[in-house]
């Protein structure tokens, strides 16, 4: 079992950023592939990023070159640095890790208004 906690999220305004932080549990945290999804009022999950365990990304469209994912496997964590956002940025961001299942943190809530 796997427990996820994100941290991070908050009110901005367009054209700010914030890093989105996920810690984990577990001793195999290496081997972990991590991704981070979002999900916005009336619309399904989707992907935003994902990192594999030898730091490979992958960035959904509307992202790419504002976000950036990375992992630090010494502190357990996966972060999530978002700049440039924009009003449809706004969602509930989580966090989730594969190894041996999958496994989802409870979401931070990122807002992104004037």
């Known amino acids: 079992q796997v427990q996820l906690v994100e941290s991070g999220g908050g009110l901005v305004q367009p054209g700010g950023s914030l890093r989105l932080s996920c810690a984990a549990s577990g001793s195999s945290f290496s081997f972990y592939f991590m991704g981070w999804y979002r999900q916005a009022p009336g619309k399904q999950r989707e992907l935003v990023a994902t990192?594999?365990?030898?730091?490979?990304?992958n960035y959904a469209d509307s992202v790419k070159g504002r976000f950036t994912i990375s992992r630090d496997n010494a502190k357990n964590t996966v972060y999530l640095q978002m700049n440039s956002l924009k009003p449809e940025d706004t969602a509930v961001y989580y966090c989730?890790?594969?190894?041996?299942?999958?496994?989802w943190g409870q979401g931070t809530q990122v807002t992104v208004s004037s």
């Open positions: 990192m594999t365990t030898v730091g490979i990304t």
């Open positions: 989730n890790a594969r190894h041996s299942g999958s496994y």
